[in-house]
């Protein structure tokens, strides 16, 4: 388990989200941006950077 600077980790979300989702880059908590138009996309698939001091990891969050 990292201490110090490396156990601090930033979110972002690198693809994806078409400008329909944001997230917090201190919590990794994905919020809708604005609403969803489930006729036109009826799911997303969300590529998510978590980043330490040290790595990255990329996660693939699926809703829909």
């Given at each position: 388990s990292d201490t110090g600077r490396n156990a601090q980790l930033s979110y972002q979300i690198q693809a994806g989200s078409f400008g329909d989702f944001d997230i917090s880059a201190?919590?990794?908590?994905?919020?809708?941006a604005k609403k969803l138009n489930f006729d036109k996309v009826d799911s997303y698939e969300l590529q998510v950077v978590a980043k330490d001091r040290g790595q990255s990891w990329v996660v693939i969050v699926a809703l829909g």
């Open positions: 201190r919590t990794g908590e994905i919020v809708v």
